[in-house]
T-cell receptor, first 115, second 109 residues
Framework: IAGITQAPTSQILAAGRRMTLRCTQD?????MYWYRQDLGLGLRLIHY???????GKGEVPDGYSVSRANTDDFPLTLASAVPSQTSVYFC??????????????FGPGTRLTVL | GQNIDQPTEMTATEGAIVQINCTYQTSGFNGLFWYQQHAGEAPTFLSY??LDGLEEKGRFSSFLSRSKGYSYLLLKELQMKDSASYLCAAMDSNYQLIWGAGTKLIIKP
């Protein structure tokens, strides 16, 4: 089934631990994105990738890193988790180089709690 | 700065019509998107406007006025399953989406 998958679905993490959120898409989309969604706030872009091998910083990149070794996968790493990183994380992809009108399609999300 | 404003919450009755407004201020403009998000789920695409005017898609329509920095989403013949949050997002000059906080729509029987 075509789409975007994310893992894990949810996670409780101790502060200071390292965590990688996984995102895989099978639509051969060029562009991929990581957002966080917090109550009362709009989706905020953490990092993005316009094509395999390139990444860029979004609005709230501090404390997060990404890599894009191939078209399908776009993992997000928290090197040393802090409680303010408690959030719902969505991965998205679009069939463009990040330009134009192409729609972003979202994965089901990862609910992360940092204690 | 860049900003998207939309009401926090609206209530409507099943079978009625509701209009959700959105105003935006962005550095450049490359289109306005509306997404629907049910509680605990991912956002799903509803509509895209880049030219002024109304785009109709079944029970849902979206309107854009670029000169006013304004858009609305119109939902007709409301059904209980339309209870969700509706997210407005504007694409800026860097082709990044700037998101509003969402409007929670409550449908009452």
């Amino acid at each position: 089934i075509a789409g975007i998958t994310q893992a894990p679905t949810s996670q409780i993490l101790a502060a200071g631990r390292r965590m990688t959120l996984r995102c895989t898409q099978d639509m051969r989309h060029n562009a991929m994105y990581w957002y966080r969604q917090d109550l009362g706030l709009g989706l905020r872009l953490i990092h993005y990738s316009n094509t395999a091998g390139t990444t860029g910083k979004g609005e709230v990149p501090d404390g997060y890193s990404v890599s894009r070794a191939n078209t399908d996968d776009f993992p997000l790493t928290l090197a040393s988790a802090v409680p303010s990183q408690t959030s719902v994380y969505f991965c998205a992809s679009s069939d463009s180089s990040g330009r134009g009108t192409d729609t972003q399609y979202f994965g089901p999300g990862t609910r992360l709690t940092v204690l | 700065g860049q900003n998207i404003d939309q009401p926090t919450e609206m209530t409507a009755t099943e079978g009625a019509i509701v209009q959700i407004n959105c105003t935006y201020q962005t550095s450049g403009f490359n289109g306005l998107f509306w997404y629907q998000q049910h509680a605990g789920e991912a956002p799903t695409f509803l509509s895209y406007n880049v030219l002024d005017g109304l785009e109709e898609k079944g029970r849902f329509s979206s309107f854009l006025s670029r000169s006013k920095g304004y858009s609305y989403l119109l939902l007709k013949e409301l059904q209980m399953k339309d209870s969700a949050s509706y997210l407005c997002a504007a694409m800026d000059s860097n082709y990044q989406l700037i998101w509003g906080a969402g409007t929670k729509l409550i449908i009452k029987p």
